[in-house]
């Protein structure tokens, strides 16, 4: 099935691994349609620049995916979804006993809740245009714990468990879904950490990285956006018909210990 002219929602697609798909998409000639909570200028013009570089539809469309109706509208007002890519997420490190409620609530609403929204909006046109790809940018964290990520963990398990019951409930149509578990990939969700932890354990900024950011990566390199980009773009190929339901591992190896 040629991917030209089909449609990808990317939710949080201003920055990031996000980006690093929508570039990847429409390198591939995909018509994109970018997305975050802002409404700057910046915005648009990264879809300007994205359309003109590639020939393709690219679009930004304002959604806060706190909000479920919001998560819904972004579907609605994209007018086609072939592809939906549920990557927005945000971040918050505290023990468990002083983690901020409101940070609990936005993270499962980020990087959970609002995943369900998308995909039952988009779910319909897919099932009309007889085709479509279901990818949710879960984490090594949907499959293994660390401490003081009690909302981050508990939603990107969440999101592979979500993963596996559309890809059941999908089985028997040409539509998948599956779940890509990155390692540390070095975007601003993970710049933001560093200098805490530089600070915490009185480390310079290299050492931090390799020795506390990227410990339990046994390659000791980052991922980066293109890698995931290219991961997401092999998942909607014809190769990738009959993976769905399962988590495509993107960590340098994390997950094997
Ligand atoms: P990032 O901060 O660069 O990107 C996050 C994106 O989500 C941004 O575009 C941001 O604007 C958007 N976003 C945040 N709150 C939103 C809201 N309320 N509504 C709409 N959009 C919102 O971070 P990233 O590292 O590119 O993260 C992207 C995804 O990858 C996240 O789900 C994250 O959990 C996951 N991930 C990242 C890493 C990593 O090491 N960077 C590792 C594993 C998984």
Redesign the pocket.
Known sequence: MALTGKTAVI????????LGIARSFAAAGLNVVL???TDRKEDHALAEELAKAHGVDVRYIK????KGDEARNLIEEAGACDILVN?????HVAGIDEFPTAKWDAIIA??LSSAFHTTAAALPMMRKAGWGRVIN?A??HGLRASPYKSAYVAAKHGIVGMTKVVALETAQEPITANAIC????L????EEQIPDTMKKYDMDRETAIKEVLLDRQPSKEFATTDQLGGTALFLCSDHAAQITGTTISVDGGWTAM
């Open positions: 939710t949080g697609s201003n920055s990031g691994i996000g997305n975050s909570y959604a806060d995916l706190a990557n927005a997420g945000i971040q980020i990087n940018i984490s090594a990155p390692g540390y990939v975007t601003p969700l993970v």
